[in-house]
């Protein structure tokens, strides 16, 4: 059983750019949230998708966006890259909304930096 | 709004020594209450949870009791080994919100 997979592994880009970041649930889960670590903290909720929707947003600009496909995959896009956008993205994916028991369950993230 | 507070990093212990790591919360309703783990260059690992007051989550060792009056959800491991040398997460999901909080993790390191 396959558990959450992202890719790519690291990517480098340049400020103004613009990256998009994948993530396939695990078997099962129909729910995907992303998620920014900068180093040395804890992860930061940016949204999560369900039904193909966004059904909440944490304290992001817009130039972060995303997507959910019909196979319960994601996208999370960031437009015009600042050097504060480096970090590890997480996805997560989890099975249903609404209560707060399901577990959520982790990749290995994606390490972005912008130079 | 919801915030989890934990101790400061980082905690350098001997190996079979005793381990806490302290963890508080605001946060309005009911959340249920997590533990991940992150190892070297890996995501998190779910290695504890609680979802009602009273509740205590374990695993391999670790336990965690939900302290409503307290506010609390401390991080215990009776004898520590090097192998559970990582970055510990204190976080909470409230309800009908599955986003998780985090606190800011704890460095723990272990040596034989």
């Known amino acids: 059983d396959a558990g959450v997979t992202q890719s790519p592994t690291h990517l480098i880009k340049t400020r103004g750019q613009q990256v998009t970041l994948r993530c396939s649930p695990k078997?099962?889960?129909?729910?995907v949230s992303w998620y920014q670590q900068a180093l040395g903290q804890g992860p930061q909720f940016i949204f999560q998708y369900y039904e193909e929707e966004e059904r909440q947003r944490g304290n992001f600009p817009d130039r972060f966006s995303g997507h959910q496909f019909p196979n319960y995959s994601s996208e999370l896009n960031v437009n015009a890259l600042l050097l504060g956008d480096s970090a590890l993205y997480l996805c997560a994916s989890s099975r249903g909304t609404g209560g707060s028991s399901y577990e959520q369950y982790f990749g290995p993230g994606t390490r972005l930096t912008v130079t | 709004g919801n915030s989890v507070t934990q101790m400061e990093g980082p905690v350098t212990l001997s190996e079979e020594a005793f381990l806490t790591i302290n963890c508080t919360y605001t946060?309005?309703?009911?959340?249920?209450l997590f533990w991940y783990v992150q190892y070297p260059g890996e995501g998190l690992q779910l290695l504890l949870k609680?979802?009602?007051?009273?509740d205590k989550g374990s695993n391999k060792g670790f336990e965690a009791t939900y302290r409503k009056e307290t506010t609390s959800f401390h991080l215990e491991k009776g004898s520590v080994q090097v192998s559970d040398s990582a970055v510990y997460f204190c976080a909470l999901s409230g309800w009908g919100a599955q986003k998780l909080v985090f606190g800011q993790g704890t460095r723990l390191t272990i040596n034989p």
């Open positions: 078997s099962g889960h129909d729910t």
């Open positions: 609680a979802t009602k007051a009273d």
């Open positions: 946060a309005t309703g009911y959340p249920s």
